[in-house]
């Protein structure tokens, strides 16, 4: 695994895996180092891993939706009529 962010979407979540695959015999490894979960130093590493992934999701999450907020306050989103009509919605403005 490269990234902890492609593994969990959250803090939790990425400790409940991390506790799976180590009662699995299986040994955890992120961006190069392996996640020692007896080791204080590998569990403080991963959990700030974990925050971080969480954080950066969250982010990534927000921002469209900020601009889609900031838009609609504008009078300046509309939904293309051509994506409804594939989709089989009938075309309309979303302001």
Do not use: C, W
């Not at 695994?1 to 979540?13: E, F, H, I, W």
């Not at 799976?20 to 590493?45: A, C, E, N, Q, Y």
Request: charged share 25%.
């Amino acid at each position: 695994m490269t990234k902890l962010d492609q593994l969990a979407r959250s803090v939790r979540d990425a400790h409940a895996i991390a506790d799976d695959l180590v009662g699995r015999g299986i040994k955890l490894s992120i961006g190069g180092s392996v996640h020692d979960p007896t080791d204080p130093m590998g569990m403080l590493l991963f959990n700030v891993r974990a925050m971080v992934a969480e954080f950066v999701g969250d982010v990534i999450r927000t921002r469209p939706r900020e601009g889609m907020k900031i838009a609609k306050a504008n009078g300046r989103l509309r939904v293309s009529s051509q994506s409804y009509h594939q989709s089989g919605f009938p075309s309309r403005e979303v302001a």
